[in-house]
């Protein structure tokens, strides 16, 4: 979209936006109201606000939890596992991870918590999960996509933090 239209679309919500704080700041009742009848009306106002966000949030809930991003390790009893520790600062990785196979990765951490990020050959990241110490995580994925893929710290874990990372090569 043209940078020319946004900012014509932004200004005109803007200054619909002043135009009706402006109405708000200046509208007077021709009576004022007791506290209670306010009182009892704000909180009437607040219970609907309440409802009407639970079942929005449940809803959006509801739709996308299909689209989970996380697939269970046993997606495949035919995957292969791969064994990954993080440590400061770097990753323990497989050289060669086969292509169109299912894959998991048992990711764990020496030290500290770590973040294992995959991004694919063109930069974008494809999945991710925590390294723990003392805890294994299992990532199931299939690559689709030759090339060499990076791993990358998602979590600040020290001072060399930004240049942890690995790659392996998908054959």
Same mark, same amino acid.
């Given at each position: @979209?043209?940078?020319?239209?946004?900012?014509?679309?932004?200004?005109?919500?803007?200054?619909?936006?002043?135009?009706?704080?402006?109405?708000?700041?200046?509208?007077? &009742?021709? +009576?004022?109201?007791? &506290?209670?009848?306010? +009182?009892?009306?704000?909180?009437?106002?607040?219970?609907?606000?309440?409802?009407?966000?639970?079942?929005?949030?449940?809803? %959006?809930?509801?739709?996308?939890? =299909?689209?989970?991003?996380?697939?269970?390790?046993?997606?495949?009893?035919?995957a292969r596992h791969y064994s990954v520790i993080a440590q400061q600062y770097g990753f323990t990785l =497989?050289?060669?991870?086969?292509?169109? +196979?299912?894959?998991?990765?048992?990711?764990?951490?020496?030290?500290?918590? *770590?973040?294992?990020?995959?991004?694919? =050959?063109?930069?974008?990241v494809i999945t991710q999960v925590q390294a723990m110490p003392l805890y294994v995580n299992h990532l199931? %994925?299939?690559?689709?996509? =030759?090339?060499?893929?990076?791993?990358?710290?998602?979590?600040?874990?020290?001072?060399? *933090?930004?240049? @942890? &990372?690995?790659?392996?090569?998908?054959?």
């Amino acid at each position: @979209m043209d940078s020319s239209v946004v900012l014509k679309i932004f200004l005109v919500v803007a200054v619909l936006a002043i135009v009706l704080l402006l109405w708000l700041a200046n509208y007077r &009742q021709s +009576t004022p109201l007791a &506290q209670s009848d306010l +009182t009892a009306r704000g909180y009437g106002i607040r219970r609907y606000w309440f409802w009407c966000t639970l079942i929005v949030a449940f809803a %959006v809930y509801a739709i996308t939890i =299909p689209a989970f991003p996380y697939r269970k390790a046993q997606a495949s009893v035919n995957a292969r596992h791969y064994s990954v520790i993080a440590q400061q600062y770097g990753f323990t990785l =497989p050289a060669v991870v086969p292509l169109d +196979t299912p894959v998991v990765f048992d990711v764990t951490a020496k030290d500290v918590n *770590h973040g294992f990020g995959i991004y694919d =050959p063109g930069g974008r990241v494809i999945t991710q999960v925590q390294a723990m110490p003392l805890y294994v995580n299992h990532l199931a %994925v299939t690559f689709t996509v =030759p090339g060499r893929y990076r791993v990358r710290c998602l979590e600040f874990c020290g001072i060399a *933090h930004a240049a @942890m &990372q690995g790659s392996f090569d998908v054959k």
